[in-house]
């Protein structure tokens, strides 16, 4: 997710510009010192023209995205919502933050919900369901959406690590009810921190915008400071500065995803004729961001290898196995309360999860890599996997 491998001169010169613009920093007000320019505004209308949506609204982070989103389907507490067992454990903050019980569901080859768990998991509490996209592969959406309809259940997308990734050649997070996206400093575009809701419909958007901004319904009859209200929101909103930014961050996406792809085909031309390891599976109808590439091996034992001697020869990896114990409910046990587990029984139903997870190896693909690097990389892991039986 290589949005802070570009940011440069053209972020620089829309900071500028926002700062020779009279530098109001606040998304709304000042109307007569900031020449017109209201770029919270412009970069949620450039984000729906640019994914295909009639409404998005800017928030302060993913997590905020999360949340807000959740509670504009109508999330409340004491509802289940369903999500994976491998996501960012942000994902299940958000829920329990809105007072609703998350409950955890394995993934499968995919290393995205397992659409034959999440039926399983279906209680007449289950409010919503939550597959998350992750490292740029889309999670079976046909069948989610098929068992959501089947118990009239909204989806919320989590979609913060695979925006320009696609489903049947549309953009991830436009086909359900509500997507939350992230911005913050390791994704596909950057703000710093901040975040998006998108979502066609116009209730969802309205309590989105409500929601993350204590309450204001944004009454055209009435300035800010006299604005009505019909609920209690918070603030999660994004600021004019981290606005700047993703209008510049935006413009490179095109550029991002064919870059990616084009480095990610290098890598796996040179791996996909060794017959000891496997890929991730990608759904039919997955299009894939192509920022990630990953191999399994057999066993744990035999991933664990590959990846100290990648380490070795100065590979890294991703998320898989580097930052797993931020990525997979199975390490969660300060959360065993919320989750409603003892720790034997989150270790007992993460199992599936964990029998993926641990024999899978992520690889980050990034955009500025030179082809001679990646062939050197791609030469280096060769030979260590050939090192396998
Ligand atoms: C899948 C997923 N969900 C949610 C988030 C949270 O986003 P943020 O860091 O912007 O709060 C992240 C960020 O790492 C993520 O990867």
């Not at 993934?107 to 289950?126: F, S």
């Not at 800010?224 to 600021?239: A, K, L, P, Q, V």
Request: with cysteine.
């Amino acid at each position: 997710m290589p949005g802070f491998e570009l940011v440069g001169k053209e972020e620089r010169e829309e900071v500028n510009q926002l700062f020779d613009d009279g530098g109001i920093l606040f998304a709304h007000g000042f109307d007569a010192i900031r020449n017109g320019r209201y770029r919270v505004r412009e970069f949620e209308k450039a984000f729906a023209e640019k994914i295909g949506v009639k409404y998005a609204q800017a928030v302060s982070s993913g997590t905020a995205a999360i949340k807000v989103a959740l509670f504009a389907a109508g999330v409340r507490s004491g509802d289940e919502v369903i999500t994976q067992a491998f996501t960012f454990i942000a994902t299940v903050e958000a829920i329990i933050d809105l007072g609703a019980k998350p409950i955890l569901v394995n993934v499968n080859d995919t290393l995205n919900l397992d659409p034959v768990e999440l039926k399983k998991a279906i209680t007449p509490r289950t409010k919503a369901i939550v597959p998350v996209h992750m490292l740029g592969v889309a999670c079976e959406m046909d069948k989610i959406q098929e068992i959501a309809t089947e118990y009239n259940l909204a989806i919320i997308e989590d979609n913060c690590e695979s925006l320009g990734a696609r489903w049947n050649g549309k953009y991830l997070g436009t086909e359900s009810l509500a997507c939350a996206w992230s911005f913050d400093a390791g994704k596909v575009i950057i703000t710093g921190e901040g975040g998006m809701v998108t979502t066609n419909d116009e209730e969802v958007y309205k309590l989105a915008r409500e929601y993350h901004d204590h309450g204001h319904e944004y009454n055209a009859k009435f300035p800010r400071g006299r604005d009505t209200h019909r609920i209690r929101g918070f603030n999660y909103r994004m600021s004019e500065l981290q606005a700047a930014i993703g209008l510049a961050q935006l413009k490179k996406l095109d550029f991002i995803v064919a870059k990616n792809a084009e480095n990610y085909n290098i890598y796996f031309e040179a791996l996909k004729e060794l017959s000891n390891i496997s890929f991730r599976r990608i759904p039919n109808k997955s299009q894939p961001l192509c920022d990630c590439l990953i191999f399994q091996l057999d066993t744990a034992e035999k991933a664990k290898w590959v990846v100290t001697e990648m380490n070795k020869s100065g590979l890294g990896t991703k998320n898989v196995p580097d930052a797993i114990e931020w990525h997979f409910a199975r390490y969660w046990d300060h959360m065993l309360g919320e989750l409603g587990m003892s720790k034997n029984e989150l270790l007992d139903t993460m199992e599936p999860s964990e029998r993926e997870l641990s024999r899978s190896v992520a690889i980050p693909i990034l955009v500025k890599m030179d082809k001679t690097t990646i062939t050197s990389n791609a030469e280096k892991l060769v030979s260590i996997l050939k090192q396998v039986n």
